[in-house]
Structure formats: structure tokens, C-alpha cells
């Protein structure tokens, strides 16, 4: 009788909580943690972007000043130039990462002795920091001892290029780099998307004649392309935003040779404690970013209500 | 077109065999069915013929070139899948053109061949849908079409119409016939069915466990069963089978019911049955129900069927039969009936062997 009560106790207690606000109940964190660290942010950021102010002079009040920031910058021939330098290591490097990783996949896709072991390490990049790898790449890159230049075939130290330290060179190191830490990534995706595809489809095209060419381009290509697309559209975003490489092996250097976009934004941010201007760099990358992914969202839903 | 031949193929996992031994020769324009409970090695028989498969052993003879170790694409077959197999990113007329494409076909042959095709199995509203937007049947007849678009020697079909629905089937049977008429190439075709195969085929291959029961005309495998699994897996229900004692002219049979062979049979039933003990086998429409029947049997059960009746009797303790009668005919469950086999569709079977015993001077 006693254990009755306090069953029924403890369910009417329960019960007073409706559905609706355990729901609540349960969201509530996270919408402040988001609320805290990413809305307020945004928008406090969209504000600054409009005035002149410094983070270290917190006296100074920001002082509104409309669209000079975006006037300035975007009229600023070395932003431009940056942008070009950004765009052009995207493509670059996406394009290669798409190739390698897809390649991989393939690669990887039957199973044989030691594929489980492959697999494994061929991801460890991914699972490294960044600053780490750029710390041991310039190691790898040294014209003196590494051995990255040893490989392609310079065996006398110091006969080699210096990767870092030549303007023309620089960029394709950090490519390099980049390619050789993510290209695992679209690997693992493409990976998932080609094991996904059913036997069935190679049997019916080998009924039906086809080359295995004809194969790849038919079959597994357009199965995979969803997810290869997935892939890509998480690797542009990212490398947009290259910034921990770069500062890694480089620091934007020689010159202005690697200076893309983040490593800019970064400067003017912590260094020159421009805060309202690079408020409004920032917002015009966001803008790049969102239209960039935004054409590949569009291309992915293509692709996918051809596959229904 | 062409003439499909398999001399001692046959298809091993480790020791275990999927398919024993198997001769078979498909003449040319034959509508042969392999049929057979499931895992009995049908399906991979026919695989081993598109060459999905390879033979552990044997040879396959494809129009008089040996084609054993020959990749699929290198073999003129086609083949449908009975999950259709249809490439989920291509519209159909896309799937139907594949093949063409595959080979290079120019771009006016492919448009003309893939119209005709789809004129010929009246698809041509369904063109532009992907395979995921049609029914199961719309989808076997892209498949269909896909096979046929090349116009291949031979046409390899693993259970076309299992995936389909009951009223579906039908109309698909008849379609996949009319279009074997009118092509009249060599069609394989795999079904646990019987009653697909007894209303496709020229010929039915039975196979069980790996191995050939027996090779014959729907007819034959109908009436004149090789052995004691053909009987039972052909028809439905199968062929009735009573075990019964053979001596002094007259075979006993359970609820001391005495039946003497048709003519002929005695003298084969001396020299073909092992021991004493024999099965009879007749079908349920050989039984001829009138009050002077040499057989006794009590009714089990009455199920009218529509166009008929099927009655279960039950002679002595737990040997049901079944018997087809008129669906006019009136019989209350626990009387006795009395009743005569028709003698040209009586078999009999030896117990040990579990073969049918041949007659020499007998036709079926």
C-alpha cells in the first residue's frame, strides 16, 4: 500500500511536467549556449562591422560610421588580391583531394589482405592538429635535411627548391599539405558511398556489355556523386577558411605569397586590432562562404532527385 | 539465336556441391524451365550459363563456341533479374538504351531500336520515369525491354515475376510468353512455380539438392514422373502416393483396400520393384468416384474450388488423398466412397529407389 502511494506519487509528478516542457526542458541549454556563443556574437559582430572600434580600447565606445568599413575594404586592392589567392588554393586543392580521395576509395573499395590496416592509416592525418602537421611539414620541407625534397630526387642537401621559403613555391606547399591531410576525408565518404552500391547494378551492366569505363562513368560515379559532393562542399567551406596551416608553415610568407583570406582576417583582427573593420571582412567572407555552398546544396539536390 | 549446351557443368563451394554434374542441351528458339524448391541450384545453374558465375567444372557451349571461360559481356545473352536490377539514376528510356549505348550504337539507332522495343511491350508512357517512380510490374517490363533491346541469342530470366504481385503475374506470364513467340529466341527461365513452368515451358528442367530429377515436357513431368520428389513437387496438390504391398497379382493398400495393376504393369512391377513394397501414384483427377469402385475411402474434408471440388479421403489411418470431382457432386465429411483409378494415369514407385517403375508397352 505504502510503495502504491509513492508510485503514484512520483508518476504525478512526473505527469505534471507536460510533453511540451520536457521538450523545453531538454533544448533550453543548448539554445543558450547558442544563443551566447553564436547569435549574440553574429549579430554584435554585424554591428561592429558598421563602426570604427578596437577591442583594446574598450574606453573608446565603437563609434557608427555606415558602410565605410565595406567601402574601404572592398575597395581595397590587396583584399582582392588576397580573394584571388584564397580562390585559386581552393580550387586547387579541393579539386586534388577530390581526385585522391575518390582514387583511394577505389582503391580501398575491395576488400583484400590488410585493406582494414591501409584504411586506418591513411586517416591518421585527419586525426592530427593542424599546427602539429604544419610544425613537422616544415621539418619534411627543410632544404637542408628534409626529405621530402630527398624523394623527388634531389639526394644532395641544399640542391633542392625551398618550399617554403620561394614565392612561386610556397602555395603549393601548403596545397601539398592540405591534400595529404583531407584527402582521407573525401576517401571516407566516397568510401561509404561506393560500398552503398548494390552488386545487383555491375551485374546487370556486365549482362549488358558494358566496358568497365563505361561502367565507372554510368554506374559508380553518379551513385557516389551525392556524397563525393557532400564531401567537396565540407572541403571548400573549410579550406575557405584555411588559417592553422598556413600560420603553421608559413605564417603568409614569403611576402604575401600565402597570405589567403583567414590569415588576413587574422591580422587585422589580433594584430592591428582593427575589430570594425575586420568585423566587416569577416561578414563579406560569410557572404562568399553561404553563395559558394549554396550553388553545391543546389547541385546536391539535383543530383539526388535524379537518384529517386 | 542459338543452341545452348552444358556438358557435365557443375558448381562446388569448398566440398559441398550447389550443382552436381548436369548435362543439358537447349535447342535453339526452346523455352526451357529450370525449376525447383529454393537453394535446389537453379538460379545458379543460370548464372553459370550468363557467366556471373564460374563452373568449378565442365563445359558450356553457347551456338557451338565454348564459352566457359568467357566473361558475360563476351556471351550474346541477356538476362532479367527478378529484382529487376534496374540502374535507380537512369529514366527508363535510359535504361532500356544502356546496352546500346554500351556497344557505341549511333544515336539514331539507339532512338529507333529503344521506340520499338517499347512499342512491342507498350511502355512508351513510362520513358521518362526513373525505375523508383513505377510499380514492380512497369519496372519488370523496363528490365524486360532492356534485355530484349539488343536483340541477344539467348534470353537468361531468374524468377521474372517473383517480385511482382499475384494479379500482376499473370498478365506478365502471358506477356513474357507472347514475346518469346514472337521472338522466338532461346529463353531460359528459373521459377520455383511449377504452374509458371507447366504453363511457359517447352521443356521443365526439376532439380533438387543440385541435382536433375528429370528433363521433359510439362506434360511428361506431369504425367509421367521420373521419380517420388517430381511427383510430389509437381501439380497441386502434388501426386497422390500410397505405399502398398505387391504380391500374387495385387497390390494391398492401406484400410485393406486390394487394387489390381492396369495391364502391362504386373509383369513391370515383378521386374522393376526391389523388394515387395510398392507406391502407387495418381493424380487427384484420375480418381473416378461410383458405387462400385474397387477402392474404399473415407471423406476427410470437402473444399469446393470454384470449377471443381477437392475432396480428401482417407484410406486406413493417416493416408489422405486427393481426389477432383464435379463440383455438382454431394458428399457429407465421414462417408465412405468407393472408386476406381483411371488405369492410363496410374504409376508406380519403388520405395527404396525412389524411382518411377518404367512400362514398356504403355503410353501415358
Redesign the interface.
Known sequence: MQLTRTQTARAHSRRSLTDVQIQVLFIAPTIILLVLWNIFPLFYSLYLSFTEFSVIKPDVPPAWIGLQNYNKLLNDPRIWQYFTLTGRYVVITVALQAIVGFGLALFLRERFKGSGLITTLILIPIMMSPVVIGLFWKLIYNPAFGIFNYLIGYSVPNSGPDWLGEASRALWAIIIVDVWMWSPFVMLLCLSGLKAIPD??Y?????????PW?QFW??TL??VAPLLLIAILFRTIEAFKTFDLVMGLTGGGPGDATELIAVYLYRAAFTRFTTGESSALAYIILVIVIAVSNLYVRSLNRIRG??? | MADIELQQVEKRFGEQYAVRPLDLFIKNGEFVALLGPSGCGKTTTLRMIAGLETVSGGKIILNGQDVTWLKPSQRDVAMVFQFFALYPHLTAWENIAFPLQAEGESKENIKRRVKEVAELLRIEPLLKSRPGALSSGDQQRIALARALVRRPSCFLMDEPLGALDADFRETMRSEIKRLHILQNATTVYVTHDQIEAMAMADRIVVMSQGVVQQVGTPAEVYHAPSNLFVAQFIGSPGMNLVRGNWADGVVTLPGDNRYTPPAGWPEALNRGLSGSGVIVGFRPEAVNIHPNGQLAAGVYSVDLHGSYTMLVLEMGDDHSIHARVSRDAHFTVGETVRFDLTPSMVRFFDPKSEKAIPIINHES
Open positions: 545487383y547494378l551485374e546487370a551492366a556486365a549482362i549488358d556489355r558494358a566496358s563505361f554510368r554506374i553518379p551513385q535524379e537518384n529517386h
